[in-house]
């Protein structure tokens, strides 16, 4: 990893996953949508392969980054997430779970984490979107070490612009602007996942309490709108480019079906 990272007092780097949406959009599932199976992995030389869920891949790249703790905020009734991960031994990682408070987008989610991230340095993806490739954290964190950056995105080519937040950088790489599912749009490119520094995860906590009883709450709040008042704050957010692919959301039932297809494509 850069210089940089190595030479400076680091702090902890813990992971951060939101897991408490209803999958409303991709239909009757048998379990949660982070736990649905699209691919497969090693488990044993007894049972030699067994099914891949969701959430497991965007863990694994965690924990390539060194990340060994992650809090999963749930909502009530997804207890199938924590009895099938269990404490994070099958990833060589310490689980926590907190349950989600208010429930007005993801930013209000993870602010569940709070009392025990405020401290750290964060690495943040959707447990129900894949992504690529492997090393898209330490990327990340490289990114964040050099430049001393609050936040990092790392940054996907968007093939559907209207579903996703939509980036506007300037030559060096900073965020200038971030569209929210444009309904047309020039730009090109999209995130998936971010780390960020105590700095934002302040910025956000206050922000939240600000408001949380306005007129804005009468609709979902998203992680963009947060980083865009971030970047209207003077915080330093980048992003970075991390893969020359989009990425997968499982969240509706097409996309769910594309993910696995291109799994069983990629595993034949």
């Not at 300037?170 to 996942?193: C, E, Y």
Request: with cysteine; proline share 6%; charged share 20%.
């Amino acid at each position: 990893m850069n210089d940089k990272l190595d030479r400076k007092p680091q702090l902890e780097v813990v992971g951060l996953i939101p897991a408490a949406g209803r999958a409303t959009r991709v239909g009757p599932l048998p379990c949660s949508k982070e736990l649905f199976p699209v691919g497969f992995r090693v488990m044993s030389e007894e049972y030699n392969a067994g099914p891949k869920v969701v959430c497991h891949y965007l863990l694994e790249k965690m924990r390539l980054a060194g990340v060994t703790t992650a809090y999963i905020v749930l909502r009530e009734g997804k207890w199938d997430i924590p009895a099938y991960l269990g404490d994070g031994n099958m990833l060589g990682m310490h689980l926590a779970y907190l349950i989600m408070g208010l429930p007005y987008g993801v930013p209000f989610t993870i602010d569940q984490a709070y009392p025990f991230a405020q401290n750290a340095l964060v690495a943040f993806g959707f447990p129900d979107i894949l992504i690529d490739p492997l090393d898209v954290f330490v990327q990340l964190l490289s990114r964040q070490a050099l430049n001393d950056a609050d936040v990092v995105l790392g940054m996907f080519p968007a093939d559907r612009p209207h579903k996703v937040d939509m980036l506007e950088l300037d030559d060096n790489g900073k965020i200038k602007k971030i569209l929210i599912k444009p309904r047309q749009t020039s730009l090109q490119f999209t995130w998936a996942v971010a780390v960020w520094t105590p700095v934002f995860t302040h910025f956000l906590h206050k922000y939240l309490i600000t408001i949380k009883d306005s007129a804005a709450m009468q609709q979902e709040l998203f992680m963009g709108e947060v980083f865009q008042a971030a970047i209207n704050e003077g915080l330093a957010v980048e992003a970075v480019r991390v893969s020359s692919k989009p990425f997968l959301d499982i969240g509706t039932g097409d996309d769910l079906m594309r993910a696995v297809r291109r799994c069983i494509k990629e595993q034949d």
